[in-house]
């Protein structure tokens, strides 16, 4: 009788071999296949992210160079004038930086609350066959081109103002029209972060609240906001970014006056609604006050991002581990 081993013939045995050396072959292969490919997504991965930084410094430095030479001839005129006038070459930026800054926060002061309010509705009180038309009517409401918003400002907000409040709005156009059309377009964006981050909070606080005998209003202020108030400032801040670089709707409704006009209400004009006004049929000193200026307008926007950051960081700090 022969046992099963002493029936492998030598040459099945030299056949068993060397398949396996060929399977092992294959392996190292498909190992060697996959190191390559994750090399290559590791590299892909890390050229994005110094695409970003290349970018940013190429576009600071070609603000830089090309509004030098104003900023050479004009100074700190440059940003302490009163009056921009291209024919007498006399660039004062101070009327559009304060145009910026007071239309970006007149939106700021009156979008923030509504959203959170919206926001609130859709989370906690919305009907459930209400909340998605309504969700998504805010949705939409994001993509609607700023163009729309400038024409209907120009169209209907500023007579309708001129008419009702004609001792306020004389013309009405200006700084609160456009922070109104500011406020307007930007409510989608910190309604959507809002709720989004909203509906991250656990059903179960919720309910542990409100089983303690908690009212809405208490739920959402001392159980949902403190949970999410990080991503609710984000919101935030995505919709100040946007306001402070928004170009046709602020270029219709605000009033292009190129002298600073130190009121809430009257016309002025902004950064970006003046860069597009001139930039195209600009040049020599025109030109370069007008990239310094998309400079200012550039650090502005960084100085609120790093503030975001900032607050941001302490929020971290103080929430509890």
Known sequence: MTTGSSSVTPQAAEGDRMQKLSAS???RTALKRNGIIDRIFELGTRSSALLVLVLLGTITGSLVIAGWPALQQLGLSFFTGDRWAANV????ALPAIYGTLVTSLIAIA?????????AIFLTELCPPKLRRTIG???????????IIYGMWGMEVLAPFLQSHFPSVFPAGTGLTTAGLILAIMI???ITAVTRDVMNTVPSIMRESAYGLGCTTWEVVRHVIFPSVKAGMLGGVILGLGRALGET?????????????????TGQGTSIAALIANQFSEA????????????????LITFAVLALARFMLNRINQRAPS
Request: hydrophobic share 60%.
């Open 136 to 146: 998504t009517m805010v949705e939409l409401l994001a993509g609607v081109p700023s």
């Open 25 to 27: 072959a294959r392996e």
């Open 89 to 92: 070459e006399n660039f004062g």
């Open 248 to 264: 046709m709707a602020v270029t219709f409704v605000i009033g292009n006056n190129l002298f600073l006009n130190a009121t809430v």
């Open 187 to 189: 409510i989608p964006f």
């Open 110 to 118: 009156i979008a923030v609350p509504v959203s959170l309010g919206i």
């Open 283 to 298: 040049d020599g000193l025109q030109r370069s006050a007008l990239l310094l200026l998309g400079l200012v307008l550039f």
